[in-house]
């Protein structure tokens, strides 16, 4: 780890005042530390903005929305009364993250910022992973990596396990530096870079991620469904999320969301079209695996992801319905 | 308009009585404080270079000059000699650096030992001793949920954290509740044995 400077303000304000370009926010400090130890890091200043209450608890507003502080922790979502009842995708995805000593201090915030765990990366050749004009990942280990939007070259994929549940509730986020602050979708917030100088998500230096806001999730029914290689200390091979609405006994509106398949939280347009004017049941259920599936294309040794997947969407959408998966 | 520097601050921007307090911590202070931003920041900055810090561990004030980036595991071990918690990945993969940290189970490698001042730090030295072991301690030893021991420290205090969450815990509690932890020997059952006899007769506090 390079040395660094440390401050650790108590307000947002105090924080902007000593965050700058060559300054990184510690939350946890659960992925932030590796990254500063493999030098993937390597900051001027560390700001931690544990000691900011300004960033915690979980609010229920008056329209029914649900705003989640940026440093609440995975403990405090696997523990809310709130969350569990009106968006248990979001405490089901928290819950994956089977150590309880990162959803101790493991932050929700930090969770979406999390770096990518393609071991490229890690390993110091950056998000496109290239060495001498060549792509290590399309030719080498990439059985962890991307089936879904892997065109151009990036080929990691998203490690956050609650963005996916958020996206399907349509979640925002805030977002304040030093120039004001502004409010996105957290479907737009990510993004495939196309080069190693661009960062899978959009946030400045400096720029500090406030909270989440979930807009009134009454009426939907919402789960978040994973596949995994081994149940602790690991990310999921695959997962999905789903948000539908009804309207009697038919869909009238799905949000599917697939994890760790693609460099973004994949939304799947065509897995809630497959849903939609249709019943809940095994069959319909199946057809938006299939088409979550439609467009996905395997790497040379990822193709066992593509049903994981298509597995996935099936029984995140019969689990959010209440039916045996 | 900028307000006029106030008498008592450094040129640094941080007044005399700031620098004042943190420099008690430790001895002599040499570049404690440098770069605040702004006029009149009320925001420290610390290092790069070593600072004073002062630890709570196992009931003990520990004192001790540390530079910013210096983890908890590393400062427990190397500048305390508090050499339970052990260091294996380094990277909050594998759980042989457990601690408590204000009573929640934390990754020492994955915390700085700045953050951890003002705070009550339990390592598996302060779960209890040879001749009074803590009821965890004492399982692990008669259930032989051990073979080499070097997971062992971190178990026990994940053990305890996680029995004082789920006195009566089943097996799916287990399985959720203690995957922050790996065993390369694989003494998971005697683990799983030792963790339900310690709830079985009475738990953590018995
Ligand atoms: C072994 C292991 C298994 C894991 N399994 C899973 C899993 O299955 N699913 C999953 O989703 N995650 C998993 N994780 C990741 C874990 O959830 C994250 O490490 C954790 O949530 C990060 O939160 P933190 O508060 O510790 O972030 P930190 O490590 O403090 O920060 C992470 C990054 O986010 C930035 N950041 C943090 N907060 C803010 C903010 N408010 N504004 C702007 N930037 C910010 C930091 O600068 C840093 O770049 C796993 C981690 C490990 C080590
Ligand atoms: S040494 Fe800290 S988790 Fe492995
Ligand atoms: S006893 Fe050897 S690693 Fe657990």
Same mark, same amino acid.
């Given at each position: 780890?390079?040395?660094?400077?440390?401050?650790?303000?108590?307000?947002?304000?105090?924080?902007?005042?000593?965050?700058?370009?060559?300054?990184?926010?510690?939350?946890?400090?659960?992925?932030?530390?590796?990254?500063?130890?493999?030098?993937?890091?390597?900051?001027?200043?560390?700001?931690?903005? =544990?000691?900011?209450?300004?960033?915690?608890?979980?609010?229920?507003?008056?329209?029914?929305?649900?705003?989640?502080?940026?440093?609440?922790?995975?403990?405090?979502?696997?523990?809310?009364?709130?969350?569990?009842?009106?968006?248990?995708?979001?405490?089901?995805?928290?819950?994956?993250?089977?150590?309880?000593?990162?959803?101790?201090?493991?932050?929700?915030?930090?969770?979406?910022?999390?770096?990518?765990?393609?071991?490229?990366?890690?390993?110091?050749?950056? $998000?496109?992973?290239?060495?001498?004009?060549?792509?290590?990942?399309?030719?080498?280990?990439?059985?962890?990596?991307?089936?879904?939007?892997?065109?151009?070259?990036?080929?990691?994929?998203?490690?956050?396990? $609650?963005?996916?549940?958020?996206?399907?509730?349509?979640? =925002?986020?805030?977002?304040?530096?030093? &120039?004001?602050?502004?409010?996105?979708?957290?479907?737009?917030?990510?993004?495939?870079?196309?080069?190693?100088?661009?960062?899978?998500? =959009?946030?400045?230096?400096?720029?500090?991620?406030?909270?989440?806001?979930?807009?009134?999730?009454?009426?939907?029914?919402?789960?978040?469904?994973?596949?995994?290689?081994?149940?602790?200390?690991?990310?999921?091979?695959?997962?999905?999320?789903?948000?539908?609405?009804?309207?009697?006994?038919?869909?009238?509106?799905? =949000?599917?969301?697939?994890?760790?398949?693609?460099?973004?939280?994949?939304?799947?347009?065509?897995?809630?079209?497959? $849903?939609?004017?249709?019943?809940?049941?095994?069959?319909?259920?199946?057809?938006?695996?299939?088409?979550?599936?439609? &467009?996905?294309?395997? $790497?040379?040794?990822?193709?066992?992801?593509?049903?994981?997947?298509?597995?996935?969407?099936?029984?995140?959408?019969?689990?959010?319905?209440?039916?045996?998966? | 308009?900028?307000?006029?520097?106030?008498?008592?601050?450094?040129?640094?921007?941080?007044?005399?009585?700031?620098?004042?307090?943190?420099?008690?911590?430790?001895?002599?202070?040499?570049?404690?404080?440098?770069?605040?931003?702004?006029?009149?920041?009320?925001?420290?900055?610390?290092?790069?270079?070593?600072?004073?810090?002062?630890?709570?561990?196992?009931?003990?004030?520990?004192?001790?000059?540390?530079?910013?980036?210096?983890?908890?595991?590393?400062?427990?071990?190397?500048?305390?000699?508090?050499?339970?918690?052990?260091?294996?990945?380094?990277?909050?993969?594998?759980?042989?650096?457990?601690?408590?940290?204000?009573?929640?189970?934390?990754?020492?490698?994955?915390?700085?030992?700045?953050?951890?001042?003002?705070?009550?730090?339990?390592? @598996?030295?302060?779960?209890?001793?040879?001749?009074?072991?803590?009821? @965890?301690?004492?399982?692990?030893?008669?259930?032989?949920?051990?073979?080499?021991?070097?997971?062992?420290?971190?178990?026990? @205090?994940?053990?305890?954290?996680?029995?004082?969450?789920?006195?009566?815990?089943?097996?799916?509690?287990?399985?959720?509740?203690?995957?922050?932890?790996?065993?390369?020997?694989?003494?998971?059952?005697?683990?799983?044995?030792?963790?339900?006899?310690?709830?079985?007769?009475?738990?953590?506090?018995?």
């Amino acid at each position: 780890m390079n040395s660094f400077e440390y401050a650790s303000p108590r307000t947002i304000a105090g924080a902007l005042e000593v965050l700058d370009n060559d300054s990184v926010i510690l939350a946890g400090g659960t992925d932030l530390l590796s990254l500063m130890k493999e030098g993937l890091v390597a900051p001027k200043r560390v700001v931690n903005i =544990k000691e900011i209450d300004e960033l915690k608890g979980i609010n229920v507003g008056e329209d029914g929305s649900v705003t989640i502080g940026a440093l609440v922790t995975l403990e405090e979502v696997l523990e809310s009364p709130d969350l569990a009842e009106l968006c248990p995708s979001v405490v089901e995805a928290a819950a994956g993250v089977r150590s309880p000593q990162i959803q101790s201090v493991g932050t929700v915030a930090g969770d979406l910022c999390q770096r990518p765990r393609c071991w490229y990366y890690r390993n110091g050749f950056g $998000l496109t992973a290239m060495k001498d004009g060549k792509s290590l990942a399309r030719d080498g280990d990439n059985r962890y990596h991307a089936i879904l939007g892997n065109d151009g070259a990036a080929l990691f994929v998203n490690p956050s396990s $609650l963005a996916p549940a958020l996206i399907a509730l349509d979640a =925002k986020i805030s977002i304040v530096g030093k &120039s004001g602050s502004r409010e996105v979708a957290l479907a737009d917030f990510f993004q495939t870079p196309s080069s190693d100088q661009e960062k899978e998500y =959009k946030l400045e230096a400096g720029e500090i991620l406030t909270a989440i806001t979930i807009p009134s999730p009454a009426g939907k029914k919402v789960a978040t469904y994973e596949i995994r290689e081994k149940q602790a200390l690991d990310w999921p091979l695959t997962a999905a999320a789903v948000a539908i609405e009804m309207n009697g006994d038919q869909v009238s509106a799905a =949000k599917v969301v697939l994890g760790h398949v693609a460099p973004v939280p994949w939304v799947s347009a065509e897995a809630g079209a497959a $849903l939609a004017g249709k019943q809940v049941t095994a069959e319909s259920a199946a057809a938006a695996g299939d088409a979550a599936v439609k &467009s996905a294309k395997a $790497l040379s040794k990822n193709g066992f992801k593509i049903q994981l997947a298509r597995v996935a969407v099936k029984r995140a959408v019969l689990r959010a319905a209440g039916m045996e998966v | 308009m900028p307000k006029p520097k106030q008498p008592e601050q450094t040129s640094s921007g941080i007044s005399r009585r700031d620098f004042f307090k943190s420099s008690t911590v430790g001895a002599v202070s040499t570049a404690l404080v440098s770069g605040v931003h702004g006029e009149g920041s009320s925001v420290e900055v610390l290092g790069p270079g070593e600072v004073g810090i002062k630890l709570n561990v196992n009931g003990k004030t520990r004192r001790l000059r540390v530079e910013p980036r210096v983890t908890l595991l590393d400062a427990l071990r190397s500048e305390l000699d508090v050499t339970g918690a052990k260091k294996v990945c380094d990277r909050s993969t594998c759980g042989a650096c457990t601690v408590l940290l204000d009573g929640k189970p934390v990754y020492a490698c994955s915390v700085l030992a700045v953050e951890a001042q003002d705070k009550q730090i339990v390592t @598996v030295e302060g779960l209890g001793t040879p001749e009074k072991m803590h009821p @965890v301690q004492k399982a692990f030893v008669e259930n032989d949920a051990q073979q080499c021991g070097f997971c062992t420290p971190g178990f026990v @205090v994940a053990c305890a954290a996680f029995l004082e969450k789920h006195p009566n815990p089943d097996i799916e509690d287990l399985k959720k509740g203690l995957g922050g932890n790996l065993c390369r020997c694989g003494t998971y059952d005697g683990i799983k044995k030792a963790v339900k006899q310690v709830a079985a007769e009475g738990g953590i506090n018995a």
